[in-house]
């Protein structure tokens, strides 16, 4: 509780939100990320054959390539240790919404980035 009253902003909307909130604070999205994929994973666990789950998961008010490649990296490392660990391959896309004008001049970009260690592609 103490760490977010230190967080407090006067107007938030010129502040600390979107990618950037996860990109100072990576265990954010980390948490989010774990959180999203976990859940899924426990659907398919109890209804296995039948529950399909494919989360859609959305990095927000994305600026520049930088700040996309970093949290979409955090998502997905930490969906690979959640499938490593419980042995279910959870099917996820990881996108954006295009919020910013700057980040519209690069979506072609941004949608053609890949994953530098596996060549994958990083944004679905």
Known sequence: LARMDSMHEENPMLGLRGCRLGIVKPEFTKMQAEAIISAAADFMEEAPGI????PRIMIPLIGSINEYKNQALIIKREAERIRAERGI?????IGTMIEVPRAAIISDKIANLKD???GKPLCN
């Open 51 to 54: 529950a399909n789950p494919h």
């Open 89 to 93: 391959d959870v099917q996820y896309e």
């Open 116 to 118: 530098d260690a596996d």
